[in-house]
Nanobody, 121 residues
């Protein structure tokens, strides 16, 4: 079994910062790409940022220059540093990871339970 556990969400004023963490645990052989998505009320879930196993990031245009994704492969953990937050960043943030559980298995996508980020104006 694989679990992704997020932490670091909360309430912050506009212009503030938050750092999200997501740790993958369980029977894991390797972790490929990891990423963060978000879903605001009444909107579809959207990709915020992703990072390859080699550390190459990509970002949604709406967060470029404000958010930074990173990972610690030894800990199977991905981070999202969010700066200059605006009320438009308010959403539930979900981490996901493409994980191979065994050397002979396929890799599958796993999701965390989500963490709420609320930015007040």
């Amino acid at each position: 079994q694989v679990q992704l556990v997020e932490s670091g969400g909360g309430l912050v004023q506009a212009g503030g910062s938050l750092r999200l963490s997501c740790a993958a645990s369980g029977s894991i052989f390797s972790v490929n790409a990891m990423g963060w998505h978000r879903q605001a009320p009444g909107k579809e879930r959207e990709l915020v940022a992703a990072i390859t196993s080699g550390g190459s990031p990509n970002y949604a245009d709406s967060v470029k220059g404000r958010f930074t994704i990173s990972r610690d492969n030894a800990k199977n953990t991905v981070y999202l540093q969010m700066n200059s937050l605006t009320p438009e960043d308010t959403a539930v943030y979900y981490c996901n990871a493409n994980i191979r559980r065994y050397i002979s298995s396929h890799a599958y996508d796993y999701w965390g339970q989500g963490t709420q980020v609320t930015v007040s104006s």
